[in-house]
C-alpha cells in the first residue's frame, strides 16, 4: 500500500457543522425506506456487479473495459457515487440490450451539487455520502464525454486529476449550473438508505449498487490468485462502493469493497471483506445507500444480464 497516495474526502459525524448536520438529516429525510419486493437470488453463492464492467457490450460500447474511478483529491463521496452510477447504468442497458448508451457518468457534477446541498459553496474537499444521494435523484448525470467537459485519461482508472476536481467541487458554480437542465433528464429514481448488513447483501443479489462511508478502511491482501481479502482499521472518513457478495469457503459471508486509490490497490482495486467488518462500517459512518433505476426496488434475476 506504499505506492499510492490515500485520498479521503468523506466528512464523519464529528467532524461536521451545524449547517452540514441539517442537509444530512434534511437529505435522509427525502429517502424512502429500503424494501425489496419480491427477493430472489438467494441460492446463488456469488454475485459481482463489476462483472458488468467486463461484459461485452461494456467494451463494445465504451471500446474497453470500465476500470472503475481513480480519484485525485478528497472527492471520494462523487468517485465511489460515480462508481455505482455507471453499474447502475450498465445493468440498466445490458438488461434491455442496449449497448450503445453505456457511458461513462460525469459524476464530478453531482459531486459539486453534493457540497452545494451540504453549504460548501466553494472549491475544496470533502461531502457527505446523503447529500450526494440527493443530488444523483434532484440533479442527475451527463455523460462524461460530452463537448465542453474535460476530458479524462484511462491510466490506472478513469481520472480527470486535481485540478478539474477541485474545479468542479463547488455545485454552485456557473460550469454546472449550465448543466443542470440537461443532467435533471437522467436522474437516479430511488436512494435509500441501508441500516443493516442484510439489506445490503438483498440490494446486492437484486443487482443494486451500494455507496458506503466511515472513518473504516480495509488493508488488503492477496491471498489466492484474483483475490484479495482485507480486515478494516481505523483511518480517514472515506466513501466507496459495495458491488458484490459470495458465500467463500475459507472467509465466509464477504461483501466485495471497491475503491478509488488505483488499480494497484488490492486485486485491481478492490477486495473482499467480511460480514462482520460492514455492520461495523455501517454503525461507524451511518452512510449507506442502494441505487436503483426504478421507483423502489423490485427484486431483479440475474438472467436478464448476462
Excluded at 197 to 208: C, G, M, P, T
Excluded at 246 to 272: A, D, M
Aim: net charge negative; with cysteine.
Amino acid at each position: 500500500m506504499s505506492d499510492f497516495t490515500p485520498y479521503f474526502g468523506w466528512i464523519p459525524p464529528k467532524e461536521r457543522t451545524p449547517r452540514q448536520w441539517s442537509a444530512h438529516f434534511e437529505s435522509r429525510h427525502l429517502l424512502p425506506e429500503f424494501s425489496i419486493i419480491g427477493r430472489t437470488n438467494e441460492e446463488l453463492d456469488k454475485v459481482d456487479l463489476t462483472d458488468l464492467w467486463s461484459h461485452p457490450d461494456t467494451v463494445s460500447a465504451l471500446g474497453y473495459a470500465y476500470p472503475g474511478v481513480r480519484q485525485s483529491s478528497g472527492c471520494c463521496v462523487g468517485a465511489g457515487g460515480g462508481n455505482a452510477i455507471f453499474t447502475l447504468a450498465a445493468i440498466e442497458v445490458i438488461r434491455v440490450r442496449d449497448p450503445e448508451q453505456i457511458l461513462v457518468p460525469f459524476w464530478l457534477l453531482p459531486y459539486g451539487r453534493s457540497r452545494f446541498y451540504a453549504g460548501m459553496t466553494s472549491p475544496g474537499d470533502g461531502s457527505l455520502g446523503s447529500t450526494f444521494a440527493r443530488a444523483a435523484k434532484e440533479d442527475g448525470v451527463v455523460e462524461a464525454k460530452r463537448e465542453g467537459l474535460p476530458p479524462f485519461e484511462n491510466q490506472d482508472g478513469l481520472s480527470w486529476g486535481e485540478r478539474v476536481e477541485v474545479s468542479w467541487s463547488d455545485g454552485d458554480a456557473a460550469q454546472t449550473l449550465k448543466l443542470l437542465p440537461d443532467s435533471r433528464k437522467h436522474l437516479i429514481q430511488t436512494v435509500s438508505s441501508l441500516q443493516r448488513v442484510d439489506d445490503v447483501e438483498q440490494a446486492l443479489r437484486n443487482y443494486y449498487p451500494v455507496t458506503i462511508a466511515c472513518s473504516l478502511i480495509p488493508d488488503p491482501k492477496i491471498v489466492e490468485e484474483g483475490f484479495a481479502f482485507g480486515r478494516v482499521a481505523r483511518g480517514g472518513g472515506h466513501q466507496t462502493t459495495l458491488l458484490g457478495v459470495q458465500s467463500h469457503p475459507k472467509y465466509g459471508l464477504v461483501f466485495k469493497y471497491v475503491n478509488q486509490w488505483g488499480l494497484r490497490w488490492g486485486y485491481n482495486g478492490t477486495c473482499w471483506i467480511p460480514a462482520g467488518d460492514v455492520i461495523s462500517m455501517i454503525r461507524d459512518g451511518e452512510e449507506c445507500y442502494a441505487f436503483s433505476q426504478y421507483q423502489g426496488f423490485p427484486a431483479q434475476t440475474f438472467s436478464l444480464f448476462l
